[in-house]
């Protein structure tokens, strides 16, 4: 089991940043892929990026990419998500996720954290 705790969210306004993280309870050795998801009130949940556990590839959905950045640091079991020139719609519950298979999918994490709010304002 891993166990993920994510932290970093807040209020923030419109065109401003945010930098979300993501720790992990274990070594991340034999977690291969990470990913960030988020999930407004009403919505689905959203995928947002996710990245191999090497760092060197990452994959973005067409809303978020250029202004969001996903990146690890395995030495810290750690994940983030740098969130640039935010907007109201961006505002919801993100998660970090985790899963054993190398593949950048958007669906099919085995762990998740407890999310974290964010919130933009006009």
């Known amino acids: 089991q891993v166990q993920l705790v994510e932290s970093g969210g807040g209020l923030v306004q419109a065109g401003g940043s945010l930098r979300l993280s993501c720790t992990a309870s274990?070594?991340?050795?034999?977690?291969?892929?990470m990913a960030w998801f988020r999930q407004a009130p009403g919505k689905e949940r959203e995928f947002l990026a996710a990245i191999s556990w090497s760092g060197r590839d990452t994959r973005y959905a067409d809303s978020v990419k250029g202004r969001f950045a996903i990146s690890r640091d395995n030495a810290r079991n750690s994940l983030y998500l740098q969130m640039n020139s935010l907007k109201p719609d961006d505002t919801a519950v993100y998660y970090c996720?985790?899963?054993?298979?190398?593949?950048?999918?958007?669906?099919?994490?085995?762990?998740w954290g407890q999310g974290t709010q964010v919130t933009v304002s006009s």
């Open positions: 274990r070594r991340t050795l034999n977690v291969y892929t």
């Open positions: 996720a985790a899963k054993t298979v190398s593949i950048l999918s958007t669906t099919d994490y085995d762990y």
